[in-house]
């Protein structure tokens, strides 16, 4: 992952914790993810590894609207 995109991750990570993002759903995301790929089910980990972005981008979203000026569309 380019820095830069990194960077907005981190951001968005350390916003997001705890009222945005529960801890307790990330570790169950984490949890299922590492689940699947250790019982060698394709599939459940593609759904679980597909779900944990989209959740952050949801909580990216979130985010834009409570603090503008921290999440920046810079493109």
Known sequence: MPEREKSRFDRIRFL????????????????????AILRRDVEAAEAAMRLHPSEVLKSAETLAAQHPDLILDDA
């Open 16 to 35: 997001s914790l705890p009222a945005v993002s529960p801890v307790a759903s990330l570790l169950s995301q984490h949890h299922n993810m590492i689940g």
